[in-house]
Each structure stands twice: as C-alpha cells, then as structure tokens.
C-alpha cells in the first residue's frame, strides 16, 4: 500500500480494459516450383497481378501458379509463396543448383576490359530472356549513359544519365541495385579499385539461368528447419492459417505438411489426392491401403480433398486437370470474410468453386457416401449449383468434435486469439486478482462467439481449484477453458407424414 503523509484526494488507476484482439484466419502459404522469385524465402502477394510480378506465370513443371490463380479466383486475399528448387545438401542452402543468368560488359577503351556484371536478381531461365542496352546519356555524354532493361523484347526499365564515377549519386550501382525489379549490376572496375569508362554501346543479351530442377526430391519441397528452407521457410511468419503443396501428392510431403501443422498448431494443412483416381483409390491413398503401404493419414490439422479441377487453361485454352487444393484455399478465405471462421467451408455457397469447367470426376452420391466416412472430402458437381465443395472433415481418424474443419478452425481461432491477448499476465502476482483478470479477458470473447453462433456453450476456471499451492510455487498459473463447439447440419432429414383428412396435428405433432 501506498504511504500518505497529508490529507487529500489520491487518484489511482487499474486498467481492466485488456481484450481478445482479433487475429487473420484465412492467410494462406504455398510451397512450390515457379518461374522466377527468390528462392526459399517466403513472399507475400495479395493479387494475382502480384503473384505474375514476383514469381511468373505458368510453367510446365509446376501446379504452383495455377494455385494460386485459383486462390485468388475464389476469394482468396493474402497468399505467402516460397519459390523452391533443388539442393544437392539439403542442410545447405549453398548447394543450390539454381543459377542466375548473367553477362558482363566491357568498357570502351582501346583495349577493352570488364566494365560490369549484370545479374538477373534471382535464378531461372528466365533471366536468358533479358537483354541490355547501353546508350549514351543524354546531359553528359561524354562521361554518362543509359542502360534499358527488356524482357522478352519489351522494356520494363530505364535507367538514364548513369555514372562509373563511385564517388558520384547517379553511380551505376546506387542507382539500379536498389531499384531494379530485374537486374543487378557490379561496377567491376570499382570493385578492383580502378576507375572504368563506360560499358560499349550495343544490346546484351544475359544467359546461364537454370531453373534448379534437375534431381529436385521432396526433400526440396519438405526442407530442413536449421535453414529454413521449404515448409520451414514458414517459421518466422505468425499469421498462417492454411498451408498447401499444390499438386505434390507424394506421401513424404503429405506427412511432412501434416507434421508441420500438427507442430505449429495454427494450421489447417490442405492436401490433394493423386490426379487420376477413381473414388476407391482415393479411399486407399487416405488409408494406405491397396497399391499404397503407406501408414494412414491421421490428423486433425489436416484435410483431403478430391478430385482434381478440370479447367480452361490460360496458355493455351486447352482443358487441364489442376490439383483443388488453391481453390479450396480460397473459398475457406471467402467463408472467413462472408462469415465466420466456425462456419463450414462447404455446401453450395460457401463451397461454390468458381471458374472451374468440370472436374477430373464425377462421383455420384453412392460413391460419396463410400468417400466422405473415410475423411475423403468430395468435390462436386450439381446441375443446379454447378461445382462446389461437398465435405469438411479433417483426416483425423477417431471421432471427435475436432474431426470436422469448422471447430478444428475454431479451435486454433480460439486458442491462438487468446494466448496472444493473455501475455499480460505473465509475472503478474499469481493471486485471485490477476485470476479474476484474465476472466474479464476471456469470458467476453467466448461470450462474442456463443452470441455469433460458434459455441453452444461455455466456461472458464481460474481459481484455487486449478492454481493449488504446489502450482503456484512451481511460478506457474493454470486455466481451464470448456467450450461446446457448434456442430454442422450434414445430414438433413425431412419425415413426411400422411395423415387422414380429419386429422388434429397438435395431437401428432
């Protein structure tokens, strides 16, 4: 207590205005092979016209773009990326087989000598389809130049009235390195502490890109945590909700996703099925049985969806099968904006998939009533409605509430929303007080959700029950929330009943 030593008015003030802050849901993360972009670093993109910007567009080797195309297609906003390719040592991030394409210049001496390397800014192929040209500037053409970037043939950049002169702000380096969407450059002749004349007049064209591709294994999609490559390149960003491989369907990187999830637990690892299944054998891959030895896929941070997605495709308008992991993606994205995260992503709004021709195929109610009991989540289509997601369960094998992707989403909602908004009381004197003030916390929040519609029901302890003495002298404090999550309506059943004309339905009824 505070010491007063004069009478008078002593105002002081407890703050119990703390909150549940809100947290993203729907943020989704893709690991995949694409054209151009950094390799193994993640990259966030909010638009398709970004993902073409940073990553290219679509490749032969790869489902990556036709993903994310789909991602955004169906409601999907915020999408981070990581470009892999292959690692001889995947505990190395210097072992990358992927090279940028390149050229160095020569400058315009009598007897001409490296004047500077210029470097597409990330590795591929598609740096061969750069080219340099270098012109005179136009202030002072004696000492400056100009350089333009084109790719495919198209200009994309210039870069007026540059300078050899290291000493000078229009210097070749300061001025495009930090600025260039396309190309760096390496005064070569400042680098050996000798002045340089201009790089020759005349169009260059860079070569040497490699895509990294050759002996690319999954171990190059899974990664390694110590350099935080493939899956792992996720770690240091917090706000994922879903996380996809798109079209990699082998069983090492289906576990690795589900591992990842499972260790994260903030999760929803979003898988495809083999292409060309028929329904049983898409029962078989879920349970490893059949042609598959693999041990069931069982988790509750984990969905399955099937079949793949036969669309109109963009280089060629060609039909093409694409996995339906990004279109998934984006409409759980569109449910979180329409709605709320514990309600299904499925049925024939919420789960409406959007510019999709047909589907790989088509299973009839029959062969869903076989699919869906094994955690085999059905794409649909329907006369009326057209193509939409018919199915939200995870791949958790025992039944339980959490075996269904509405309150698995709840619950890392849930979780997450309040740990994060709960690190207040951490070293707070552990007594009813601070107790009672992590229940003004949390009951709110629950309270928020019950009144939505995502709990039946409630409770939260904090008390002398759950923090006994022995816990609270091990420095720890212990709450127990209980909550009833609401369950979906998946199986409708409507009773007709025939009744004589003289009837009184409140006797039947």
């Known amino acids: 207590m505070p010491t007063y030593l004069s009478p008078g008015i002593y105002t002081r003030e407890t703050d119990f205005s703390f909150y549940v802050k809100q947290i993203s849901t729907s943020s989704a993360a893709m690991v995949g092979v694409a054209e151009k972009g950094p390799i193994n670093k993640p990259v966030l993109v909010t638009s398709w016209e970004q993902f073409i910007n940073r990553f290219g567009s679509y490749i032969n080797e790869s489902y990556l773009a036709y993903a994310a195309r789909a991602f955004f297609d169906n409601g999907g906003a915020v999408l981070y990326v990581t470009r892999i390719a292959h690692l001889t040592d995947s505990t190395d991030r210097d072992t990358l087989t992927a090279l940028k394409s390149s050229i160095v210049l020569q400058n315009r001496e009598a007897t001409p000598a490296d004047a500077l390397r210029i470097e597409a800014v990330n590795e591929g192929v598609w740096g061969d389809r750069l080219s340099i040209s270098i012109e005179d500037g136009s202030l002072d053409p004696a000492n400056h130049f100009n350089l333009v970037v084109r790719h495919k043939g198209d200009v994309v950049e210039v870069f007026k009235d540059l300078s050899m002169d290291e000493t000078l702000p229009n210097h070749v380096e300061l001025a495009i390195n930090d600025r260039s969407?396309?190309?760096?450059?390496?005064?070569?002749?400042?680098?050996?502490?000798?002045?340089?004349?201009r790089p020759a007049l005349g169009v260059f064209t860079l070569s040497g890109g490699?895509?990294?591709?050759t002996d690319l294994a999954d171990a190059d999609f899974i990664g390694d945590p110590s350099q935080h490559t493939g899956l792992y390149g996720f770690d240091e960003i917090d706000a994922l909700n879903l996380l996809m491989v798109p079209g990699v369907t082998t069983v090492p990187v289906i576990n690795a996703g589900i591992a990842y999830a499972e260790g994260r637990k903030d999760l929803l690892f979003i898988a495809d099925t083999p292409m060309h299944l028929e329904p049983l054998e898409a029962v078989d891959f879920r349970k490893g049985?059949?042609?598959?030895?693999?041990?069931?896929?069982?988790?509750?941070?984990?969905?399955?969806?099937?079949?793949?997605?036969?669309?109109?495709?963009?280089?060629?308008?060609?039909?093409?099968?694409?996995?339906?992991?990004?279109?998934?993606?984006?409409?759980?994205?569109?449910?979180d904006q329409k709605t709320n995260v514990w309600n299904a992503p499925a049925g024939i709004d919420r789960g409406r998939i959007f510019n999709t021709l047909s589907l790989a195929y088509k299973t009839s109610r029959g062969e869903r009533d076989v699919l869906y009991p094994e955690g085999v989540n059905v794409i649909a289509v329907f006369p009326d409605t057209g193509i939409n997601i018919w199915g939200q369960k995870t791949l958790q094998s025992q039944p339980s509430a959490v075996d269904r992707i509405n309150v698995r989403r709840l619950m890392m909602f849930m979780e997450e929303a309040i740990s994060e908004s709960s690190r207040f009381v951490v070293f707070?004197?552990?007594?009813?007080?601070?107790?009672?003030?992590?229940g003004r916390l949390i009951n709110p929040f629950l309270q928020d959700i019950k009144d939505k519609g995502g709990l039946y029901d409630f409770a939260f302890q904090c008390d002398e029950e759950t923090n006994t003495p022995a816990v609270i002298d091990r420095n720890e404090m212990v709450a127990r929330v209980f909550v009833k999550p609401t369950k979906t309506a998946e199986f409708i059943e409507l009773n007709f009943i025939l009744t004589s004309t003289g009837a009184d339905f409140k006797e039947i009824i």
Request: net charge negative.
């Open 289 to 335: 049985q059949g042609m598959y030895s693999h041990a069931a896929f069982n988790s509750s941070y984990a969905a399955l969806y099937y079949p793949w997605l036969e669309i109109s495709d963009p280089v060629n308008s060609r039909k093409k099968l694409v996995p339906p992991c990004g279109a998934v993606a984006g409409c759980i994205a569109r449910s």
């Open 181 to 197: 969407d396309f190309i760096l450059v390496q005064d070569l002749a400042a680098a050996m502490g000798t002045p340089s004349d």
């Open 210 to 213: 490699d895509n990294g591709l």
């Open 428 to 438: 707070e004197p552990n007594h009813p007080q601070t107790w009672r003030a992590l």
